[in-house]
């Protein structure tokens, strides 16, 4: 029972270093997205993902970057880390096949900018 | 736009008492309706949910019922444990939409002993 896998579980990153997120889902899902979690704040989606090769932005999608190349996995890239992407990250999927689905969450990223 | 409201915390209780977290919400189609729970250090999990007006969502004693004519859903638990202790989270999606969570802010319960 896989589910949704995130990689790496912890990071820390130099200011201006970019990395990449890791994200796979093995339950056939089409949607796909990427939300980060603040105190304070609750979740707030980066950028989602309706099916292969189609990608579209969400409520803060500055820094990131995405793409969706196999139904499977879903990568979120930063391209140059600041200190305001510190932030515990979320990868979820969920069917397109239902008009009401339940969302599917990987257990999290958490990653520090110094 | 989409919005949900929640119970700003932290809210502390004693074993054995009676929880409500209150959540309201503002949508602009018709919402399903979701709690999520987080514990400490872990990832988000499902708690329950309700697709429709008047529907009870229910899973290890919590409850929720969405009530349509006053956009609410609030989570209920009757006898909370130490182990509720943690994070939850209401949340709404768009019917054709599940790609897109809209959630509150979260709600810290502290259980203690």
């Known amino acids: 029972n896989a589910g949704v896998t995130q990689t790496p579980k912890f990071q820390v990153l130099k200011t201006g270093q970019s990395m990449t997120l890791q994200c796979a889902q093995d339950m056939n899902h089409e949607y796909m997205s990427w939300y980060r979690q603040d105190p304070g704040m609750g979740l707030r989606l980066i950028h989602y993902s309706v099916g292969a090769g189609i990608t579209d932005q969400g409520e803060v999608p500055n820094g990131y970057n995405v793409s969706r190349s196999t139904t499977e996995d879903f990568p979120l890239r930063l391209l140059s880390a600041a200190p305001s992407q510190t932030s515990v990250y979320f990868c979820?999927?969920?069917?397109?096949?239902?008009?009401?689905?339940?969302?599917?969450f990987g257990e999290g990223s958490w990653l520090t900018v110094v | 736009g989409d919005s949900v409201t929640q119970m700003e915390g932290p809210v502390t209780l004693s074993e054995e008492a009676f929880l409500t977290i209150n959540c309201t919400y503002t949508a602009t189609g018709y919402p399903s309706l979701f709690w999520y729970v987080q514990y400490p250090g872990e990832g988000l999990q499902l708690l329950l949910k309700?697709?429709?007006?008047?529907d009870k969502g229910s899973n290890k004693g919590f409850e929720a019922t969405y009530r349509k004519e006053t956009t609410s859903f609030h989570l209920e638990k009757g006898s909370v444990q130490v182990s509720d202790s943690a994070v939850y989270f209401c949340a709404l999606s768009l019917r054709g939409s599940n790609y897109k969570l809209t959630f509150g802010k979260g709600t810290l319960l502290t259980v203690n002993p």
């Open positions: 979820a999927s969920s069917s397109g096949q239902r008009e009401v689905a339940t969302i599917y």
């Open positions: 309700a697709t429709k007006a008047d």
